[in-house]
């Protein structure tokens, strides 16, 4: 057996070896290609989970009703192991759908994962505003309409944003798992690394991958500061408990 | 009943399940214990690459061995050669199933290997083992050759008879294989290197897997890494085109042990592994790859019944 302490240096110095190469990250297959298509195959799935989960999440919680069926709908996306919903992301666009490999599994993947904390996170934030906040605004003679507008939303804004943050970086570091059927983004480093016995690959992947989910999470901090109202600032975490709980 | 010929896509679908129990390691699965009589000495580990034909052949020679009294373990589905290979020398292993040419190169680091003569490049390869306290028992003549795959309808469209014709092809060809085919002298790189083709572009798939399949006959790729045992090959009326430069060195297939297990138990051992190696033929390997990958049997049981057959598991 070789020392593993010397296994480990080597690995070190293969991925700071990769990283600092400039074969690394250019041509259609470099860093930068697969930076891109990470971004793509991350962003498709959240948009489009943004704009059904939230919408239903608010409305649900809006009137308080729907909130069962969509919890159990948007939680089976959760419950379900990432993995498995690879396998049927892979069914539903090659077999079912005939896309192809190469984008549609992982983006129907993700889109599956992100429903339940955005659904969640929505419904919660929308039911929990003040009541006394909600019956001052209809006293005021505000329609059902303004309401949501005026005063729920704004009090859930910082918990959805918050649940978009966390769903962000979590849709970011499962896409690596759609190189397994065969697509692109940073995870290609990791299984191509992996099969050809290129630590430093592999490693330089992960680090990628890592350093991907830390930028975006850096950015979306950066907007929650920009959107939020001033006042509802700073209770954002304590309330967006919900958001991290799996299958809850 | 055991459910025929499902869909080649769930079969895709299942196998990147299989990927990640590959890169976990795998799991073990021995036959029947208590068979044998028993005989004293070290456990034998035997170990499989993650593709079914392997699969099989670890499964034959892991029960037999355990049939006849050996005290065996099975771990299947390890990964690919740059994983499985360097288990057997670290002493992880004891005995894997391997093919001579891809094993030779994969000994001298990948390099180029100009003989191609089955029985020099079987000596070659105990040469590289020697010294590493391997050995490479009795080869089969059954052979599994890496071989350049495309649909029927582009070898009629495009005039592809042979690797060279892929020269000719109007535009970038496209070629799946597995991760590691890529970096592969066998493989893409020997299309590049040997083939002097500059029109070839690699697509990462599976190994020679359903999903590879599956590209190749949705037309996501233009040719694919297949094996020649395949019966992928037959079933979808594939072309496998002739290797023309002799990119591909002989691959018999051959297991290799550890020269401290046949120590250990000796001649009896060799001789019985011999015994099996001697009955594998091309058409028979064939045949079992075709009950696990198109029938859906588990290697372990497609095995035991051609061990019955071959009259390895009589007592």
């Known amino acids: 057996m070789v020392a593993p302490g010397g296994r480990l240096m080597d690995a070190i110095v293969e991925t700071f070896r990769w990283l600092t190469d400039a074969a690394s990250w250019t041509g259609p297959r470099g860093v930068l290609a697969r930076s891109l298509e990470h971004l793509w195959i991350s962003l498709v799935p959240l948009a489009s989970a943004m704009a059904v989960a939230i919408p239903a999440g608010v409305l649900a919680g809006h009137h308080?009703?729907?909130?069962?069926?969509?919890?159990?709908?948007?939680?089976?996306?959760?419950?379900?192991?990432?993995?498995?919903?690879?396998?049927?992301?892979?069914?539903?666009s090659v077999r079912v759908l005939g896309l192809g490999f190469s984008f549609w599994p992982i983006v129907f993947t993700l889109f599956f994962l992100a429903l339940q904390p955005l659904f969640t996170n929505s419904?919660?934030?929308?039911?929990?505003?003040?009541?006394?906040?909600?019956?001052?605004?209809?006293?005021?003679?505000?329609?059902?309409?303004?309401?949501?507008?005026?005063?729920?939303?704004?009090?859930?804004s910082p918990v959805i944003l918050t649940a978009v943050r966390i769903t962000a970086v979590q849709v970011v570091a499962t896409a690596p798992l759609g190189a397994l059927a065969a697509g692109g983004g940073l995870g290609r480093f990791i299984i191509d690394g992996f099969g050809q016995k290129d630590d430093g690959q592999m490693l330089g992947g992960v680090v990628l991958v890592a350093v991907f989910a830390l930028l975006v999470e850096f950015a979306i901090t950066r907007l929650e500061r920009r959107v939020v109202p001033g006042p509802l600032q700073g209770r954002t975490d304590a309330a967006a408990v919900v958001a991290t709980g799996r299958a809850n | 009943m055991r459910k025929k010929r499902r869909s080649h896509l769930t079969v895709a679908a299942l196998s990147v399940v299989a990927l990640l129990a590959t890169a976990c390691g795998g799991d073990t699965g021995g036959g029947d214990p208590g068979a044998?009589?028993?005989?004293?000495?070290p456990t034998i580990t035997v170990g499989t690459v993650d593709f079914a034909e392997n699969r099989i052949l670890g499964?034959?020679?892991?029960?037999?061995?355990?049939?006849?009294?050996?005290?065996?373990?099975?771990?299947?589905?390890?990964?690919?050669?740059?994983?499985?290979?360097?288990?057997?020398?670290?002493?992880?292993?004891?005995?894997?199933?391997?093919?001579t040419g891809n094993a030779l190169r994969f000994e001298r680091g990948g390099e180029d290997v100009e003989i191609r003569d089955e029985q020099e490049v079987y000596d070659a390869l105990n040469e590289a083992y020697a010294d590493k306290g391997l050995t490479a028992l009795r080869?089969?003549?059954?052979?599994?050759?890496?071989?350049?795959?495309?649909?029927?309808?582009?070898?009629?469209?495009?005039?592809?008879?042979?690797?060279?014709?892929?020269?000719?092809?109007?535009?970038?060809?496209?070629?799946?294989?597995?991760?590691?085919?890529?970096?592969?002298?066998?493989?893409?790189?020997?299309?590049?290197?040997?083939?002097?083709?500059?029109n070839v572009e690699f697509v990462p798939l599976d190994v020679a897997g359903p999903i590879t399949v599956e590209a190749l006959k949705s037309g996501e790729v233009d040719g694919a890494?297949?094996?020649?045992?395949?019966?992928?090959?037959?079933?979808?009326?594939?072309?496998?085109?002739?290797?023309?430069?002799?990119?591909q060195l002989p691959q018999n297939i051959v297991p290799v042990i550890r020269q401290e297990i046949v120590d250990a138990y000796g001649d009896d051992l060799v001789s019985l592994i011999n015994e099996i190696t001697t009955s594998l033929?091309?058409?028979?390997?064939?045949?079992?790859?075709?009950?696990?990958?198109?029938?859906?049997?588990?290697?372990?049981?497609?095995?035991?019944?051609?061990?019955?057959?071959?009259?390895?598991?009589?007592?």
Request: net charge negative.
């Open chain 1, 64 to 92: 308080r009703r729907g909130q069962a069926v969509g919890a159990a709908i948007s939680n089976l996306g959760r419950a379900v192991p990432s993995l498995a919903l690879l396998v049927f992301g892979l069914l539903l």
């Open chain 1, 123 to 156: 419904y919660t934030a929308v039911r929990e505003a003040d009541p006394a906040l909600l019956e001052a605004a209809r006293g005021q003679g505000l329609s059902e309409r303004d309401v949501l507008l005026a005063v729920e939303l704004p009090v859930a």
């Open chain 2, 36 to 41: 044998g009589g028993g005989v004293e000495g």
């Open chain 2, 59 to 99: 499964q034959i020679y892991g029960q037999a061995l355990e049939h006849a009294g050996y005290d065996v373990e099975i771990t299947e589905n390890i990964g690919n050669r740059e994983l499985v290979a360097p288990q057997l020398e670290d002493g992880n292993l004891d005995l894997i199933v391997e093919y």
């Open chain 2, 139 to 198: 080869m089969s003549e059954a052979q599994d050759v890496d071989a350049v795959v495309v649909t029927k309808e582009t070898a009629e469209e495009h005039g592809l008879e042979r690797i060279s014709d892929i020269a000719g092809f109007e535009g970038t060809f496209r070629f799946g294989g597995g991760p590691e085919c890529e970096t592969r002298l066998s493989c893409f790189k020997g299309l590049e290197e040997v083939y002097g083709l500059d």
């Open chain 2, 225 to 247: 890494n297949l094996f020649t045992t395949q019966s992928a090959i037959v079933a979808n009326d594939f072309v496998v085109l002739e290797d023309d430069q002799q990119l």
């Open chain 2, 281 to 315: 033929t091309t058409e028979s390997l064939t045949e079992l790859n075709a009950k696990v990958e198109i029938d859906q049997e588990d290697p372990d049981a497609v095995a035991e019944q051609w061990l019955r057959e071959n009259g390895f598991l009589e007592e």
